[in-house]
C-alpha cells in the first residue's frame, strides 16, 4: 500500500506538471534554450587531460603506491645518472625500434649503413626555443657527463666481424669479471642468435633509446617540440633495407586526439540518421495525429542536454577526456526512448480532451516510468564514479551530467513541444506544413474527432500481443531465455582479461605497430623488475645475506625471469670487491661483520668507485649513516610475447612478494598501467552487483507490486549477465572499455523492463492475458524505436579502425537486441504467468479495491 501512494503521488504530481506545461508551452521551450546558452560557455574552459599513464593507472593501488614509493625514494636525475635499468617512466624516452624489410640481418653492411643514417638524422633534429636552438646533445639524459647512446653504436664498426664469427661479444651482458665493468646488449638487439656460451653471432633488429633530461624542467617545451620533430621525422622517413617503429610519449597523445577528431566527423552522421529515423517513425495513416517534427525535437532535446551536461561540469573545473566523445552516441542512441514513451502515453489519451488535459494524463502515465529509467542510469554513472580508476571516474561524471540534463530537457523541453504539436493537432493542421488541412471540418463530437488508433500500435497489441497467449509460444520464450542465459553465463566465465594499450588506436598506428615489433623482435629479455626492501635490516649479517639471497632466488625460479647473471644487486657487487685483490687491500682493518663497519666500507670505498656508482641510486641511509632505511634489487623479465603474458607473470610475481623470506615490495615502470588487468574483473564484480542491487532497490520503491520488482529485476540481472557473456564470444574482452560499458549496461537493461512491467500492473480490470497485450500496445512500439535508435546511434562505430569503437558497438549491439527480447517476449510471458504466484495480480482485478491512481479523480 505504500508503494503504491509513493507511485500515486509521482503520477500526480506529474499530471500537474503537464498540465502546467500544456497551459505554458513556450516557456519551457525557452528556459531550457537560455540555460544551455548559459551553461555551453563553460566549454571556453574545458581542459582536456591526455594523460594516459595517470587516467588508466587504478588510484591506491598496490603497483601505484609502490610506484609512488621507488619515484620519492629513488627518483632519476636525468640530468647527472640516467639509466635503463632504474627507468621510472615512459616519458623519459623515445624508443625506436629497427628492423630490416626482408627479416635477414641488422649487421649486414648496407643495413648498418641506413641505421648509421638514420642515427644522425635524428642527432642533427633542431628545434628552437627562446632564441635557442637545441638538439638531441642539449636535451639528452646523461651519465657521467655524456649523453647515454645505443649500445649499438659500439657494436656498428664491427658487424662484419661478428657475422663472420671473427669479434666474440657476450649477449645479453658482456662483463669483465676482474673490473666490474660490463656492456649491455639488452635494449639495443633484438631477435638475437647466440652460440651456447652466449657470443652472440646474428641479430634481426636494433632498437636506439634516446634518452631526454627531464629533470631539469626548464628543457620541458623544447623537449617536447624535439618530441615532436622528431615523431614527424620517423613517420615520414624512407629506407631501402629498414623499417621503423617508435614509441614517444608526445605521437601517444597525438594519437589519443586524432582518434578523438576522427570520430567527432562521425556525429553528425549519427544525429542525422537517427533525426531522419525518429522523423519517419512518428508518422502515422493520420496527417493530423502524426508527429514528426517531435522526432526531431527529441533529438535537438538531447543535443541541448549533451551541451548543457558537458558544460556544466567544465564550469566546475574538471578535466574533459577524449573518450567522453562516446557520450554523444550514448545519449543520442539510448536517451531518446523516453521521448517515445511520452508520445505514446499521449497517443493513449482523448482527441477530444483539451491539451492540457491529455498533457497530465500523458506525463501521469509515462512520467513514473521514465523516472525510474533515468534515475537508474544517473544512480549508474554516480556508481561508476567511485571506481578506482581516473578515466572511468571522468567519464561517468560527465555522462552522469548529460543523463540529468536528458531527463530534465525531455520533461521541460520536449514536453513544451508535445504541448505545441498537441495544439496544432487541436486545430487540425497539417503535421508537416502547419496549415489547415482543406475538406476537413473541425467539429465537436463529429466523426473526424473520433478515436483512431494508431496502426503500429495496434499491430503489437493485436497480433504479438495475442500470440504470446498461446501455452506453446510462452514455452518456447521461456526455452529461447533458459538457453540464451546458460550461454551467457558460460560467456560471462570464460571471458579473456585484456589491457593493451594499442586497443586504444588504429591497429596501423605507430603504437600499434610499435607493440607487434617489440613481441616479436625484442621481447626475449624485457624491462628490469625492482624488488625493494623499505625497511632497516642489518646487512652485513650473514643470516639477512642469506635471507635476501633466497628472496631473490624466489623470484629466479620463475620462468620468466633472467638467469642470474642480469641480476642486479649492490650486495652482490660488493661481496665480490670484498674478494678482489683491490677490495681486500682497501677494506684492510674493516670488520665485515660489524654493522657499523660494513656501511662505512660500503660509503667511503665501495660506493665511490665509478664501477659501482650506480649503486648509489639503489641504497639510503637514514640521516646519520648508520641505517640502510631502504634499498632494492633488480632482476630481468624474459620471453614476454603478449599482454596476456604479461598480466599472468604480474600476478604470479605478486603472489612469490607475498611469500619471500624479507618483505619486499615489486616494482616495473609498466606494471601501475598493467595492475588494472587483475583488479578489473573484481571492479567488474563489484560494480555491477552494487549497481544492480541499488537499482533494484529503485524499481521495488516505484513499481507497486513486490513480485513483478523481484521477478523483473532478476531479468536485469540477467540481461547484463547475458550481454557480457555474449559479447565475450566476439572477442570484447574484459578491460576498461568494458568496465564503463557495464556502467551504461546496468542503466541501459532496466529501461524497457520498467516500462513494460508498469504499464502492466498499472492497468485496471483486465486479466494478465489483457494486460500484457495492453502493455505491448503502450510500449511496444517505443522500444522498437528505441532499440532501432540504439543501433543507429552506434551504427558508424564497426567501421572505424579502433577496437575501442567496434567493441563498444558489439556490446551496444547485444545489449539493445537483449533489452529487446526480453521486453517484447521474456516479460509479457513472465509477467502473464505472475497471476499463478501472486494473487493480488487477479485481486486487484476481481475484486475493485485496488488504489485509485488517476490524478484526476482526486483533482
Not at 578515466?391 to 531527463?407: D, E, H, M
Amino acid at each position: 500500500m505504500n508503494l503504491l501512494c509513493i507511485q500515486y503521488l509521482l503520477s500526480r504530481q506529474f499530471f500537474y506538471l503537464g498540465r502546467l506545461i500544456g497551459r505554458n508551452p513556450k516557456y519551457f521551450v525557452i528556459g531550457p534554450l537560455l540555460l544551455t546558452l548559459i551553461l555551453v560557455t563553460g566549454l571556453l574552459n574545458i581542459s582536456v587531460n591526455r594523460d594516459l599513464d595517470f587516467l588508466f593507472t587504478a588510484r591506491d593501488g598496490r603497483a601505484e603506491q609502490t610506484k609512488k614509493l621507488v619515484e620519492k625514494f629513488f627518483p632519476v636525475n636525468t640530468s647527472s645518472f640516467t639509466d635503463i635499468v632504474r627507468i621510472t617512466a615512459l616519458h623519459e624516452i623515445i624508443s625506436v625500434q629497427i628492423i630490416t624489410k626482408d627479416g635477414g640481418s641488422v649487421f649486414r653492411k648496407k643495413v648498418v649503413n641506413e641505421v648509421m643514417k638514420f642515427h644522425n638524422i635524428i642527432k642533427n633534429i633542431t628545434v628552437k626555443w627562446n632564441n635557442q636552438t637545441y638538439n638531441y646533445d642539449n636535451l639528452c639524459g646523461k651519465r657521467n657527463g655524456k649523453c647515454v647512446e645505443s649500445s649499438f653504436l659500439k657494436l656498428a664498426p664491427h658487424a662484419n666481424e661478428i657475422l663472420l664469427g671473427k669479434y666474440k661479444v657476450k649477449y645479453p651482458l658482456d662483463m669483465n669479471e676482474h673490473t666490474l665493468l660490463y656492456d649491455e646488449y639488452i635494449t639495443s638487439l633484438g631477435g638475437v642468435e647466440t652460440l651456447a656460451d652466449w657470443t652472440l653471432i646474428d641479430a634481426k633488429g636494433s632498437r636506439f633509446i634516446y634518452f631526454l633530461d627531464i629533470s631539469n624542467t626548464t628543457k620541458t617545451v623544447p623537449i617536447n617540440l624535439w618530441r615532436d620533430a622528431v615523431a614527424a621525422i620517423l613517420r615520414n622517413l624512407m629506407f631501402k633495407t629498414v623499417t621503423f617503429s617508435f614509441y614517444n610519449l608526445n605521437d601517444l597523445n597525438e594519437e589519443v586526439e586524432r582518434a578523438n577528431k576522427h570520430l567527432t566527423t562521425r556525429i553528425p552522421i549519427v544525429a542525422f540518421t537517427v533525426m531522419v529515423f525518429s522523423f519517419i517513425t512518428c508518422m502515422t495513416n493520420d496527417w493530423i495525429r502524426s508527429k514528426p517534427w517531435l522526432g526531431i525535437s527529441a533529438c535537438v532535446s538531447a543535443g541541448l542536454a549533451i551541451a548543457s551536461g558537458i558544460g556544466l561540469v567544465c564550469h566546475l573545473h574538471i578535466d574533459f577526456i577524449d573518450f567522453n566523445i562516446g557520450l554523444c552516441f550514448i545519449i543520442l542512441g539510448t536517451e531518446i526512448d523516453d521521448a517515445f514513451v511520452i508520445i505514446s502515453a499521449w497517443r493513449c489519451t482523448s482527441v477530444e480532451d483539451t491539451v492540457e488535459k491529455r498533457m497530465g494524463q500523458a506525463f501521469s502515465k509515462a512520467g513514473v516510468s521514465i523516472t525510474v529509467t533515468s534515475l537508474t542510469n544517473f544512480v549508474s554513472f554516480c556508481i561508476g564514479m567511485t571506481t578506482h580508476f581516473p578515466a572511468v571516474q571522468l567519464f561517468c561524471g560527465y555522462a552522469a551530467s548529460c543523463i540529468f540534463f536528458t531527463y530534465v530537457y525531455q520533461i521541460t523541453f520536449f514536453g513544451a513541444c508535445m504541448a505545441l504539436s498537441g495544439y496544432r493537432e487541436e486545430k487540425e493542421l497539417h503535421c508537416l506544413t502547419f496549415r489547415p488541412i482543406k475538406g476537413r471540418k473541425k467539429v465537436q463530437g463529429s466523426p473526424e474527432k473520433q478515436e483512431v488508433e494508431d496502426f503500429i500500435m495496434v499491430q503489437f497489441r493485436d497480433k504479438l500481443g495475442r500470440l504470446l497467449t498461446f501455452p506453446f509460444v510462452k514455452f518456447l520464450v521461456i526455452c529461447i531465455f533458459a538457453l540464451n542465459l546458460g550461454i551467457g553465463i558460460w560467456g560471462f566465465l570464460i571471458i579473456r582479461d585484456g589491457n593493451d594499450y594499442s586497443d586504444l588506436f588504429n591497429e596501423k598506428s605507430s603504437i600499434s605497430v610499435y607493440q607487434n615489433v617489440f613481441f616479436k623482435y625484442f621481447n626475449k629479455y624485457y624491462f628490469t623488475l625492482q624488488i625493494i626492501v623499505d625497511k632497516p635490516l642489518n646487512y652485513a649479517d650473514l643470516e639477512v645475506q642469506n635471507a635476501i639471497d633466497k628472496t631473490i632466488d624466489k623470484f629466479l625460479e620463475h620462468p620468466h625471469i633472467a638467469e642470474p647473471k642480469l641480476m642486479y644487486s649492490w650486495l652482490n657487487y660488493y661481496k665480490m670487491f670484498t674478494k678482489l685483490p683491490v677490495g681486500k687491500f682497501l677494506l684492510r682493518g674493516y670488520n665485515m661483520t660489524c654493522k657499523e663497519e660494513f656501511y662505512e666500507g660500503l660509503r667511503n670505498v665501495f660506493l665511490r668507485f665509478p664501477q659501482a656508482r650506480e649503486f648509489q641510486e639503489d641504497i639510503i641511509f637514514n640521516e646519520d649513516n648508520t641505517e640502510i632505511i631502504k634499498t632494492r634489487f633488480f632482476v630481468t623479465l624474459q620471453d614476454i610475447d603478449n599482454s596476456q603474458t604479461e598480466i599472468k607473470v604480474i600476478k604470479e610475481l605478486y603472489e612469490i612478494a607475498d611469500k619471500t623470506p624479507i618483505p619486499v615490495k615489486i616494482h616495473s615502470f609498466t606494471f601501475h598501467l598493467l595492475e588494472q588487468a587483475l583488479l578489473i574483473k573484481r571492479i567488474v564484480y563489484q560494480l555491477g552487483l552494487i549497481s544492480a542491487g541499488l537499482i533494484c532497490l529503485l524499481f521495488f520503491i516505484f513499481v507497486p507490486n513486490i513480485t513483478c520488482a523481484i521477478f523483473i529485476s532478476s531479468i536485469v540481472l540477467c540481461i547484463i549477465c547475458e550481454t557480457i557473456g555474449m559479447v565475450s564470444f566476439l572477442g570484447v574482452k574484459i578491460d576498461m572499455l568494458l568496465l564503463t560499458t557495464l556502467v551504461l549496461c546496468v542503466g541501459f537493461s532496466i529501461n524497457y523492463p520498467t516500462h513494460i512491467s508498469f504499464s502492466f500492473v498499472m492497468a485496471k480490470d483486465l486479466t494478465p492475458e489483457e494486460r500484457v497485450r495492453n502493455s505491448l500496445y503502450e510500449i511496444g512500439f517505443p522500444m522498437f524505436q528505441g532499440t532501432a535508435t540504439t543501433l543507429l546511434g552506434v551504427s558508424v562505430l564497426p567501421f572505424e579502425p579502433y577496437y575501442s569503437s567496434i567493441s563498444f558497438f558489439k556490446i551496444m549491439f547485444v545489449l539493445s537486441l537483449q533489452t529487446a527480447f526480453h521486453g517484447m517476449f521474456v516479460i509479457p510471458v513472465i509477467l502473464s504467468l505472475l497471476q499463478y504466484c501472486d494473487k493480488s495480480l487477479k485481486e486487484e482485478i476481481v475484486d475493485g479495491e485496488n488504489v485509485e491512481l488517476n490524478p484526476e479523480s482526486s483533482s
